[in-house]
């Protein structure tokens, strides 16, 4: 094992950020029902993923993001020692956190789709307007994604193209790929209806496009 990294994990805690003073360095942190008292100098560089974050013995000094009644409060994981005040936090460091990238890969989001209906819905003034233009087909493969990095990957969908949902036989097979960047690409799917999952992609030329796949089949009831 590198010598950069702490060897004993399991007395790991974890909490989020209750109150942080970027000018005094230091806040508190709930874990539990107990406030816990951390400061800056004992922030360490936190290695690892988010189920298993792995303490590093590399200082850190970057400040936690904060701010009062934040709808996301900051995770951070520590060990803890008391101390005459209460529990502090001995070491300290910001739990690691997947892009929403790296989240479609690892929990496989886009698996299972292969056979039903994707749709894009193509329009010039930005996600969610009235689309000019779209594409009804049914998958023949399952979505490919390729992650580059965290921040870039491409997505691939292979399908046969229809006129509309009752139409046959197919007009053409098609396979398209689209570069999902994590700042000006966008997911939806958590409060979508119907097991839909959308990903809206810039297209360029002032063109977006949404790719609707939907768990249903072609010649369903939409």
């Known amino acids: 094992m590198s010598n950069d990294r702490t060897t004993a994990q399991s007395d790991i805690m974890e909490g989020y950020i209750d109150h942080y003073d970027p000018e005094k360095n230091f806040g508190f942190a709930c874990v539990g029902r107990q406030r816990v ?3 800056l100098s004992a922030q360490r560089e ?3 993923t988010p ?3 792995i303490f590093t013995n590399r200082p850190s000094t970057e400040p936690p993001s904060w701010y009062k009644r934040m709808r996301e409060p900051t995770r951070i994981i ?3 020692t008391e101390s005459p005040k209460g529990l502090k936090a001995q070491v300290w460091g910001i739990r690691p956190k997947r892009t929403w990238l790296e989240n479609l890969v690892h929990y496989r989001t886009l698996t299972g789709y292969d056979g039903f209906e994707v749709e894009l819905r193509y329009s010039r003034n930005g996600y969610r307007s009235q689309a000019h233009r779209k594409v ?3 998958l023949t493969a399952e979505p490919e994604l390729v992650l580059h990095d965290a921040e870039n990957a491409t997505l691939t969908i292979q399908f046969d193209q229809y006129r509309d949902h009752y139409s046959e036989p197919v007009e053409r097979s098609v396979r398209h790929s689209f570069k999902l960047r994590r700042y000006d690409a ?3 799917g958590d409060d979508l209806p119907h097991g839909r999952y959308v990903v809206d992609v810039p297209e360029g030329a002032g063109e977006c496009v949404s790719i609707v796949f939907s768990p249903h089949w072609i010649g ?3």
């Open 51 to 53: 189920e298993e974050p």
């Open 46 to 48: 936190v290695e690892g």
């Open 37 to 39: 008292f951390f400061h």
């Open 186 to 188: 966008h997911p939806y």
């Open 220 to 222: 369903s009831t939409p």
């Open 136 to 138: 009804l087909g049914r």
């Open 78 to 80: 520590m060990r803890l």
